[in-house]
């Protein structure tokens, strides 16, 4: 589903406010070297954290195991601009409410 993947880009690409108008209240993350966050914590994290300048996605893969969840799972590579590429296995959840899709659960492999 297009939203889903236009949301997903927005939160590596647009940060805090992406994240405060897409993500569900009890939303859980888990980063490699950050350790696992959940709702308010995961805005604070961002708001001094550089912001990526570029993400690719490749290998797209959805599932919809009810109509109101979907589940996505991708390679991200992403820069922050000068430096080595940062490379992911991702995953996402997004629950449908009220006409509207928010990310419940995000996680994070480096490769």
């Not at 590579?77 to 996402?92: I, N, V």
Request: negative net charge; charged residues 25%; proline residues 5%.
């Amino acid at each position: 589903m297009d939203e889903v993947w236009s949301i997903e880009r927005r939160l590596w690409l647009e940060g805090v406010e992406a994240y405060e108008s897409n993500m569900a209240p009890d939303c859980l993350m888990a980063f490699a070297g950050i350790g696992v966050l959940r709702g308010p914590a995961i805005v604070e994290s961002l708001r001094e954290a550089p912001r990526w300048r570029t993400v690719t996605m490749s290998e797209q893969v959805e599932a919809r195991p009810s109509y109101e969840t979907m589940v996505i799972a991708y390679v991200a590579e992403a820069s922050r601009g000068e430096g080595k590429p940062y490379r992911a296995l991702c995953t996402s959840t997004y629950l449908l409410a009220g006409g509207r899709w928010t990310i419940a659960q995000h996680q994070q492999t480096p490769i």
